[in-house]
Each structure stands twice: as C-alpha cells, then as structure tokens.
T-cell receptor, first 114, second 116 residues
Framework: KQEVTQIPAALSVPEGENLVLNCSFT??????LQWFRQDPGKGLTSLLL?????REQTSGRLNASLDKSSGRSTLYIAASQPGDSATYLC?????????????FGKGTTLSVSS | EAGVAQSPRYKIIEKRQSVAFWCNPI?????LYWYQQILGQGPKLLIQ????????DSQLPKDRFSAERLKGVDSTLKIQPAKLEDSAVYLC??????????????FGPGTRLTVL
C-alpha cells in the first residue's frame, strides 16, 4: 500500500532564503506526482505536476524534482517571501483498488518571516 | 474558466444529525472525487466517480456515508447519522479525461464540518 511521507512537518525561515521541502513515497509505480499549496481554511491549489517519465518541473520560483526509482521528490522554493507561508502537500497518483487515487502526505507547514 | 464549486463552506451539526454537501465540478471534467481531510492530515479519498458511475468507493463508510452524481455533473455527499470523528474538511476535486500521467486534479474550497 502506497504511503507518502513529508519532512519536515514544519519549517520557519527568514524572507529571502532558498528552501527545500522533501517528499518520499514507498511504491514507485506512480502515474505522476503533484505538489499543492493549502492556505488556512482554504482548498488545495495545484503548484506543479511531474509525470512519471519526467525528472523535474519549474514554475516561477518553484522547482520540483522527481526520482521515481528512489521514491523521492523535492520542492525547491527560491528567494522565499512572506506570501509563501502555507502548508505544502505532496501527492502521488497511483492505482488503488479500482480507481486512481491521489495519496497525500501530511504536509509541511512553512512560515516565512519578514 | 470557473473552478470547482462547493457548498456550504461551513456546517456545524450535533452528532446523530444528517448533513449533505454539494459539488459542481469544472465543466467537461468526467472524473469527480470526494476527499476527507482531518485536521493535521493529508486528504484521503472517499469516493471516485467517472461520469455518473462509481469507480472506487472502497474507503467510504457505507453505513453512514452516501454519494451520488446524477447526470454525470453535480455531486452530493451525505452523512447520516454523523459522528464526532466525522469532523473534517470535505474536499471535492475533478479532473479532465485523458492519459493518467497527465491527470491533474483541481480542488474546490472545501466544506468544513464540525460535529458537536
């Protein structure tokens, strides 16, 4: 059964710092991996999607990498800003039972201070 | 493009009462998902629909939860009777048809349920 782990659970950094969030998964048989952002009391906003055949994706100050064979992904945030403060969730799309479910980690809560 | 719509945004009920949530997916998205997110956890899939048919409901507590997707568009999720442990955010997501490796799920704002 697929399990997703995110480390660290919480992270506090000063504005301007570059940072890395980590995600690991136990079963490499995935279709893709998505990184989401969740603000308090809000739904999930998709940040990046990496297909299983890809190694990385970039969007603005965000870069996500995928090493499927080792079951790892990282989300790199460059030049962090207070507006980046949120919970970041990693999820893998995998075949579970009869459907295709996103299996989520518990998230990393990021706080960027000005 | 309009996003996934959900209502209500918040609901407070007493245990053993019933409650229903509504979701309207992005137009043209054939697949619809309901997830449950307990505080401090990642979302967990409850049920997946493909058009108006159920693909996976293996994690839906069927003794109290039910869901339907009439006409393959809107969906409702019902809890009857509610328990304290049902307090969570209920998220609806949808995804367009196509190859699974490109499958991107788009989430609504969620309904926060508090059971007292």
């Amino acid at each position: 059964k697929q399990e997703v782990t995110q480390i660290p659970a919480a992270l506090s950094v000063p504005e301007g710092e570059n940072l890395v969030l980590n995600c690991s998964f136990t079963d490499s048989a995935i279709y893709n991996l998505q990184w989401f952002r969740q603000d308090p009391g809000k739904g999930l906003t998709s940040l990046l999607l990496i297909q299983s055949s890809q190694r990385e994706q970039t969007s603005g100050r965000l870069n996500a990498s995928l090493d499927k064979s080792s079951g790892r992904s990282t989300l790199y945030i460059a030049a962090s800003q207070p507006g980046d403060s949120a919970t970041y969730l990693c999820a893998v799309l995998t075949l579970e039972q009869a459907g295709t479910a996103l299996i989520f980690g518990k998230g990393t809560t990021l706080s960027v201070s000005s | 493009e309009a996003g996934v719509a959900q209502s209500p945004r918040y609901k407070i009920i007493e245990k053993r009462q019933s409650v229903a949530f509504w979701c309207n997916p992005i137009s043209g998205h054939a697949t619809l998902y309901w997830y449950q997110q307990i505080l401090g956890q990642g979302p967990k899939l409850l049920i997946q629909f493909q058009n108006n048919g159920v693909v996976d409901d293996s994690q839906l507590p069927k003794d109290r939860f039910s869901a339907e997707r009439l006409k393959g568009v809107d969906s409702t999720l019902k809890i009857q009777p509610a328990k304290l442990e049902d307090s969570a955010v209920y998220l609806c997501a949808s995804s367009p048809p196509g190859e699974l490796s490109y499958n991107e799920q788009f989430f609504g704002p969620g309904t926060r349920l508090t059971v007292l």
